[in-house]
């Protein structure tokens, strides 16, 4: 078997004005990603994804390093996955590069599970195909009875885990965390992400707070380059720091373990280099006593790739999924996503196990992948007028 050609698809979706959301960053009011797909002499397709700067990543995969890929062996997914980084060390190491890289590593994985005819969960040691998976959304309200009803309603469609967004402001986040507590019970989990903005003292407070709701985790508090504020905050409240979404493969988060900033790492196949990368993190925390649980936030590739690793891991914890009316994510897959009592199944099929819904993928390709749209990507933005504008943090007088 051997590679023919490297495919990238930017994709748009803009959403309606009924799903559009308020968050730190502004209103999103549209969804981007990038698909890859490495067809194979024989006919059979690998399926990879990226997200990151559109444009950028199909001038990296197209440009670069399809040219190096075609006539290749797609099962040497080490030697290429050394290759690709090579090319791209000068320019890369993080960002678009190494998300570009990774989207092609996943897609390759996807080729050997075919190639050996087992899922990439047993080609990783995995001993099932089940792997917990949590809500991800509870963005800002101006009502927190909203929050309250849309947590309730992911814990009644099979969840057990939900993810809610802070930082408003210290009054909001109080009884935002106590309105959706108090919707999901005790018997399910809070993780809350703090959008990465709180300063250390608030951050202290905050976090006292959240370790009395007994809050499952508390993500990003703090801006990634800001480590020395999460190696101080960490152990000085009673519920686990987690970040790594804005790192990228296993260098950063080996700095990151390295300096004792996080109890839970959160690398994303489709940012950090791949599932190669996402298994090496994985190992790295299970060096170090820390558990992982990857990030998702942009399609149902990245979350099946994801699921793959955390599903074979013994500190793998969750897998993130998108609800905020991603149709990447609802209707990208020929057989959606399935949450039964807080766990996707990933079956027996070989590679990631996937098919792509055609329908979604022709209606949201970009027509000039090279060309992105004015708008507000909710963490890419594209446009002067769609800046982020800073929003600010109102502190409690006590």
Not at 260 to 273: F, L, S, T
Not at 304 to 309: G, P, Q, S, Y
Not at 393 to 398: A, H, K, P, V, W
Request: charged letters at 25%; aromatic letters at 8%; a negative charge.
């Amino acid at each position: 078997m051997r590679i023919e050609n490297v495919e990238a698809i930017n994709l748009l979706h803009r959403y309606p004005e009924e799903h559009r959301f308020q968050y730190g960053g502004g209103i999103c009011d549209a969804r981007l990603t990038t698909l890859i797909l490495v067809h194979t002499e024989c006919g059979a397709v690998g399926i990879g994804s990226v997200y990151s700067y559109p444009a950028l990543v199909y001038l990296i995969v197209q440009e670069q390093l399809a040219s190096v890929l075609v006539g290749e062996d797609p099962t040497d997914v080490e030697a290429l996955w050394g290759k690709m980084y090579a090319l791209t060390r000068w320019y890369g190491r993080k960002g678009a590069a190494m998300s570009a890289l990774g989207g092609v590593d996943t897609a390759l994985w996807d080729l050997r599970g075919q190639a050996e005819g087992k899922p990439i969960w047993s080609l990783l040691g995995g001993e099932n195909d089940r792997c917990p998976a949590y809500a991800s959304g509870l963005l800002w309200k101006d009502d927190v009875k909203e929050l309250a009803d849309e947590a309730a309603g992911y814990i009644e469609a099979g969840f057990r885990r939900v993810k809610m967004r802070l930082a408003r402001s210290e009054e909001y986040d109080r009884a935002a965390v106590e309105a959706v507590r108090g919707a999901v019970g005790a018997e399910n989990d809070v993780i809350v992400d703090a959008s990465m903005r709180y300063h250390l003292d608030l951050a202290r407070r905050m976090g006292d707070f959240l370790a009395e709701k007994g809050v499952f985790w508390y993500e990003e508090p703090f801006a990634p380059e800001n480590i020395d504020d999460f190696v101080a905050l960490r152990g000085t409240v009673g519920v686990p720091l987690a970040a790594g979404e804005n790192e990228f493969g296993l260098q950063g988060f080996r700095e990151l373990v390295r300096a004792g900033a996080v109890d839970i790492v959160q690398p994303d196949a489709c940012r950090c280099g791949g599932i190669s990368e996402v298994w090496k993190v994985g190992q790295l925390a299970l060096e170090h006593g820390l558990r992982f649980a990857t990030h998702s936030w942009s399609d149902a590739v990245a979350i099946v790739a994801n699921a793959h690793v955390v599903g074979a891991t013994p500190n793998g914890v969750t897998v993130e999924i998108d609800r905020m009316n991603n149709p990447f994510v609802d209707e990208m897959l020929g057989q959606p996503l399935e949450v039964v009592d807080g766990e996707i199944a990933l079956g027996d099929a070989p590679g990631l196990g996937i098919e792509l819904n055609w329908e979604v993928i022709e209606r949201c390709r970009l027509a000039d992948p090279l060309h992105i749209p004015d708008g507000v990507y909710s963490d890419m933005m594209f446009g002067r007028e769609n800046l982020p504008r800073a929003v600010p943090y109102l502190e409690s007088d006590g």
